[in-house]
């Protein structure tokens, strides 16, 4: 038993690492990694909310009728979030203002609705947990990747900790294109091609 | 007038929900695989967005300010736009089947496409007024159609070409929409 919890953290590091093996909730991914402080906050935020509703969904699971299981799902993860977006603008306020419209929106993130449909609804409360956790740092851990070569190209600069280092010297010329739209797409499609050569050796 | 059109041309071309605004980006990918597929999204998008825009208007500005439960939004709009969704298709199903079918599974769908939801927050915290709402509803919706079409299009003549083994599939439509983003770039100081 102990083995399977393990394996279902594990999966979510890896295997099915949610933005780029489950092509799922790009949204977010693309629009708040522009930086790498704003894409682990937008991460650790949706942990959150994919802990959570996990474990309710999980616990329910035999309560709630099939029929009208989704929206039930829809508004355990409204409730999640909205908890979210009321601390968050209570004790990180920057960090708010930053994500902005995003916060909301995780409640259509197609991760955490997927998850409760896919997983939660089907397996118990520990297992629940432990993928939930899993996903939700995969997912952090994929924005944080996604923000840092966004950042360190885009501005030569990298803020860890409020702290900004100057990785390429002052000399550098930044690459606008990569804090833009179009180089979100394009970083994020290059990172899927890095991910697919590694997958096939 | 002249502030309406405005206000359509940068909702259309230079805030395009998909290609500068990361909204919707799901189904833009899952569905533009085929010209056929693309279509039915836009056209469902382009339906429900314009009654959800005003709905949540309506609920945002009639009751949740009126009795100032701003912190209800997120919850509110999500079931305004689920209960929206379920009505349009069992209203279509009964009155005009024929674009039932043609719609299909994209209008369940659009209840988790986060277009929607952020068209609709867009338009409370710019504090559009209700024919504001609507015009820029309608026009970011536009938008996410001709962006989808015009990808949809370009994703078929990817198929007949030679595409190195890592980068196929997601690989190279995201690249691909990277490119796409930049010529909507252009746009930009137009307004």
Known sequence: MAKTIVQEFTKGL??????????????PVLAVTKTVENGIGMGMATTFVLVCSNILVSSLRK???????????????ATFVTVVELVMQAFTYPLFLKLGIFIPLIVVNCIVLGRAEAFASKNGIVASLADGLGI????????????????????????????????????????????EAPGAFVCLGLMLCIMNMMGSK | MGDYIVLAISCILINNILLAQYLGNCPFLGTSKKMETAIGMA??????????????????????QQFSLEYL???????????????????????????????????????????????????????????QALVASFSYAV????????????????LLARVPKPLQDTSIALVTAGILSLTFFAFKGMV
Not at chain 1, 138 to 150: D, H, I, M, Q
Not at chain 2, 145 to 157: D, M, Q, S
């Open chain 1, 63 to 77: 309560v709630i009728p099939s029929k009208v299981r989704i929206a039930c799902f829809i508004i355990i993860i």
């Open chain 2, 73 to 131: 939004r997120t919850l509110s709009f999500i079931l305004v736009i689920a209960a929206l969704v379920q009505f349009v298709e069992m209203f279509l199903k009964k009155s005009i089947p024929a674009l039932y079918a043609g719609l299909g599974i994209f209008l369940p769908l659009i209840t988790t496409n986060c277009a929607v939801m952020g068209v609709c927050l867009i338009n409370v915290n710019e504090e559009y007024t209700f024919l």
């Open chain 2, 43 to 64: 056209m469902a998008v382009v339906f429900v967005l314009v009654m959800a825009g005003v709905i949540t208007w309506i609920v945002n500005t009639y009751i949740l």
């Open chain 2, 143 to 158: 938008g996410f159609g001709l962006a989808l079409i015009l990808f949809a299009g370009v994703r078929e003549r990817i």
């Open chain 1, 14 to 27: 890896w295997d099915e690492i949610p933005p780029f093996r489950l092509v799922l909730g790009l949204c």
């Open chain 1, 136 to 179: 939700g740092i995969g997912f952090t851990l994929a924005l944080g990747a996604l923000g840092a070569v966004r950042e360190l190209f885009g501005t030569g600069i990298l803020t860890i900790w409020e702290k900004p280092i100057q990785v390429f010297g002052p000399s550098f010329q930044p690459f606008t294109f990569m804090i």
